[in-house]
C-alpha cells in the first residue's frame, strides 16, 4: 500500500523568503502526488498535481513541485513566501487501482513579517 | 456550480446519540469519500464509495456506517457516537480513480460530550 511521510511538522519562514516542503513517498510503482492546502477553518484545496510526463509541475498560487523517483520525493517549492500562504500543507499520494488519497499528517507554515 | 457541500457545519453530540452527517456533490463524480482530520494525525478515511451502490472500509471505518444510494449523495452514519469520535470530518469527491485528485468540502466540525 502507498504511503506518505511529511519529515517537517512545522516550519517557520520569513515574508519573502524562498521555500520547501518535503514530502517522500512510498509506492512500487509511479504514483499520483497531490499537494493541498489548508487554511484554518476551512477545507483543502489542491494546490498541484503529477501523474505522468514533465517532472515539474506548477500548480496554483505560484506554487510548483518536482517529482523525484530516484529519491522517492515531491517537494513543494515556491520562490517567495507572501504572509497569506500561513497554513497547514499536506502531500497525498493515490494509485491508479487505488479508491482514495493517502495523506501525509501536514506541515504546518508559519510566515513572520 | 456548488462542489462538494457538507451539512452540518458544526454539532455536538452527546455520548450515545447517532445523528447523520451529510454530503452532497453536484459534478457528477462516481468516486467519494469520506476522511476524518484530528490535529498531528493529518486526514485519515473512513469509508468511500466507487458509484452508487458500492461502499467500502477504508482505514478506520468502526462505528461508521455509510450508503450510496445515489451518485450525489453520501451520507455518513454515527450509530452510537463516542467522545473518540469528536474531529472534523470532510467529504470529497472525484471524478474517476485517484488520479485526478479530490474536490473537497468544507468539513463538518463534531464534538461528542
Known amino acids: 500500500a502507498q504511503s506518505v511521510t511529511q519529515p517537517d511538522i512545522h516550519i517557520t519562514v520569513s515574508e519573502g523568503a524562498s521555500l520547501e516542503l518535503r514530502c517522500n513517498y512510498s509506492?512500487?510503482?509511479?504514483?499520483?502526488l497531490f499537494w493541498y492546502v489548508q487554511s484554518p477553518g476551512q477545507g483543502l484545496q489542491l494546490l498541484l498535481k503529477?501523474?505522468?510526463?514533465?517532472?515539474l509541475v506548477q500548480g496554483i498560487k505560484g506554487f510548483e513541485a518536482e517529482f523525484k523517483r530516484s529519491q522517492s520525493s515531491f517537494n513543494l517549492r515556491k520562490p517567495s513566501v507572501h504572509w497569506s500562504d500561513a497554513a497547514e500543507y499536506f502531500c497525498?499520494?493515490?494509485?491508479?487501482?487505488?479508491?482514495?488519497?493517502?495523506f501525509g499528517k501536514g506541515t504546518s507554515l508559519l510566515v513572520t513579517p | 456550480n456548488a462542489g462538494v457541500t457538507q451539512t452540518p457545519k458544526f454539532q455536538v453530540l452527546k455520548t450515545g446519540q447517532s445523528m447523520t452527517l451529510q454530503c452532497a456533490q453536484d459534478?457528477?463524480?462516481?468516486?467519494m469519500s469520506w476522511y476524518r482530520q484530528d490535529p498531528g494525525m493529518g486526514l485519515r478515511l473512513i469509508h468511500y464509495?466507487?458509484?452508487?451502490?458500492?461502499?467500502d472500509q477504508g482505514e478506520v471505518p468502526n462505528g461508521y456506517n455509510v450508503s450510496r444510494s445515489t451518485t450525489e449523495d453520501f451520507p455518513l452514519r454515527l450509530l452510537s457516537a463516542a467522545p473518540s469520535q469528536t474531529s472534523v470530518y470532510f467529504c470529497?469527491?472525484?471524478?474517476?480513480?485517484?488520479?485526478?485528485?479530490?474536490?473537497f468540502g468544507s468539513g463538518t466540525r463534531l464534538t461528542v460530550v
Open positions: 470529497a469527491s472525484s471524478y474517476s480513480n485517484s488520479r485526478y485528485g479530490y474536490t
Open positions: 509506492y512500487g510503482a509511479t504514483p499520483y
Open positions: 503529477y501523474f505522468s510526463g514533465d517532472t
Open positions: 497525498a499520494v493515490g494509485a491508479d487501482s487505488g479508491y482514495a488519497l493517502n
Open positions: 459534478m457528477n463524480h462516481e468516486y
Open positions: 464509495s466507487v458509484g452508487a451502490g458500492i461502499t
